[in-house]
Nanobody, 128 residues
Framework: QVQLVQSGGGSVQPGESLRLSCVGSGFILDDITIGWFRQAPGKEREGVSCISSADRSTYYTDSVKGRFTISRDNRKNTVYLQMNNLKPEDTAVYYC?????????????????????WGQGTQVTVSS
């Protein structure tokens, strides 16, 4: 079965770190541009980060720049989102998804309609 399987997440205090994983099942993730989104209660799904298949370039929304890092491990067929210095406003359900284009700069990586297949989502809660 072709799917994205997510893991990681949990509950942490402000300033702590988490790492989310997104594993490709049934297909090679290295060939595909991957984005991370998040959705907080009562809010729209927001594009957080993207990593291109074409040149491995990475993109981040302004609110996470300098704190989050997206990366790939091709041996494990996995894309990661390392989240450091977490803040309460980072609390949300996080999703990974496959992008239609080979480069995050094409089409608008923050637009949900540009994504084809979604992971199941994982909860991240940041609270003191």
């Amino acid at each position: 079965q072709v799917q994205l399987v997510q893991s990681g997440g949990g509950s942490v205090q402000p300033g702590e770190s988490l790492r989310l994983s997104c594993v490709g099942s049934g297909f090679i993730l290295d060939d595909i541009t991957i984005g991370w989104f998040r959705q907080a209660p009562g809010k729209e799904r927001e594009g957080v980060s993207c990593i291109s298949s074409a040149d491995r370039s990475t993109y981040y929304t302004d609110s996470v720049k300098g704190r989050f890092t997206i990366s790939r491990d091709n041996r494990k067929n996995t894309v990661y989102l390392q989240m450091n210095n977490l803040k309460p406003e980072d609390t949300a359900v996080y999703y990974c998804a496959t992008y239609r284009f080979s480069h995050c700069g094409m089409g608008g990586y923050s637009q949900t309609y540009n994504y084809v297949r979604w992971g199941q989502g994982t909860q991240v809660t940041v609270s003191s």
